[in-house]
């Protein structure tokens, strides 16, 4: 079902900002000078994988603060001239030097910034297959709004700028980033114009050379030169041997819909079985954002949090049979049993089916990340996800290179029993998932919802918004939402005082803590009529454009 406008009293909203609606292509991003790049290969006659790479591109330099071409992407891309659906991983893999041994006495952490929480940038590779195997224009064009955003400056809008200033020590601690994203010796305000020439010069060489030179050309000797002054593991042999993945989304239904998710090492696993859990359930009786509602999705998550912790990793270690298992509808109504609809569980346990060690792993934490989802007239589709993990990730920069390098190995666990554990050419656990919902076998939503932990149980509150409480697209990505943060339950002022006082009866701990609530871009698609339906979250800077 699709609710469009009449279908409610427009004296009545629930968001606050219409959806907006296009024929012909529609990008929808977390910055208004991407989503206009987008929209613009769309005009010129590209499609919307030449519109996606394009923003992906921009928003590495418009907003620093989340994303680069030093950090990892994520997509899942429905062709509409074919009518198929792929993914591609395009994260980065652990160097070849990693040593759990260099982190000092046994137990010691992986540093959560620094050299050694770098792993090979993936990005970049990502956007050379998604033009090689599904686009149209060459990647010069696609980098050409970054390039000149880059060189002649942009205006920083204020939810970057607020980001920017909380990593003004990080950024002093590194004397190439504090020459590159410090200017003046201090970050931006909104408003103020920033340019990165640096990175300027770094695009440009990437749009002439070619995304082969950010691994196995003179910017991989840079990046590599760079890190062994520093003492890091990274060096050339890992930089050349990187390649994306192309990989099959992992699928359940949820209210009649297919919703697709990545497998690992993305938390995909841990998406579809929230979806799973809440799904058996008649959710519109309990109703949006009641007590009742929020407890059984608090302890949906709770309980896929724990199978995330004890099984997502490096696709190499998690069996098949593992995934299957974990997304399977019989094993949802096996733990759904677990969950009492008027008490809160202690704790829960991950499914003990396949053993390997204690089940720990690093706690999650905050990250910062950008999604972008875009359409074109054809049916083409893309969600796409990208990052640095943390803000401006490890804090390096390299050179002068403008290129701020990811600390995504601070998701490593230190435990040698652990499928996660830290290891040459391993990939982390990802947060990172994009999504995709189908119908009939044809795309009907594409969205995300940046922010770590928010990611897999905003995916989950998005598609009950839309497909169960009958919000419109924008209504669906802005209602309020919780978030369990592995101490309790955060909530948006939108959730009512008695609601909240009602979880703490049913043993909740409501706290203040929470690592933020996630940002949501989406499109919707009528199947029918094929308008294009898309929404922006008012929690970050973004807009959906269409024409």
Known sequence: MIWLPGDRPLSNPRATRSVVMGRHGMLATSHPLASAAGVQVLVEGGNAVDAAVTAAATLSVVEPTMTGIGGDLFAIVHDGHTGTVSGLNASGRAPAAACLTDLGPEGSPIPPYGILSVTVPGAVDGWGQLLRRHGSVPLARALAPAIGYARDGFAVTEVVADQWRSMEPLLANDAAATKTFLPHGRAPRASELFTNRCLATTLERL???????????????????????????????????????????????????EILELPPNTQGITALEILNLIGRDDLWSLGHNTAAYLHLLIEAVRIAFADRAAYIADPD?????????????????????????????????????????????????????????????????????????????????????????????????????????????????????????????????????????????????????????????????????????????????????????????????????SSGFGGFQGIRIDLDSGVLMGGSDPRKDGLALAY
């Open 207 to 257: 749009a002439i050379d070619g995304t082969e030179t950010l691994y196995r050309g003179e910017l991989a000797e840079e990046i590599a030169s760079d890190s062994q002054s520093r003492g890091g593991w990274l060096d050339e042999g890992d930089l050349a041997g990187y390649h994306a993945d192309w990989v099959e989304p992992l699928r359940t239904d949820f209210y009649g819909r």
């Open 317 to 513: 270690a998690v069996p098949p049979e593992v995934v299957d298992h974990l997304i399977s509808k019989g094993y949802a109504a096996a733990r759904r049993g677990e969950i009492e609809s008027t008490r809160t569980a202690h704790e829960y346990q991950p499914w003990r089916g396949y053993v390997h060690g204690d089940g720990t792993a690093p706690r999650v934490g905050s990250g910062d990340t950008v999604y972008l989802a875009a359409a074109d007239r054809d049916g083409t589709v893309v969600s796409l996800i990208q990052s640095l993990f943390g803000t401006f990730g490890s804090g390096i920069v390299v050179g002068d290179t403008g290129i701020a390098l990811q600390n995504r190995a601070s998701l490593f666990s230190t435990n040698p029993l652990h499928p996660n554990c830290l290891g040459p050419g391993k990939r982390p656990l990802h947060t990172l998932i994009p999504a995709c919902v189908l119908e009939s076998g044809h795309p009907s939503f594409v969205f995300g919802v940046m922010g770590t932990d928010m990611q897999a149980q905003g995916h989950a509150q998005v598609l009950t918004n839309l497909f169960v409480f009958g919000m419109n697209v924008q209504e669906a990505g802005e209602a309020a939402r919780a978030c369990w943060t592995g101490n309790g339950i955060a909530a948006e002022s939108g959730i009512p005082h008695e609601v909240l006082n009602d979880l703490v009866e049913r043993g909740h701990h409501i706290t203040n803590e």
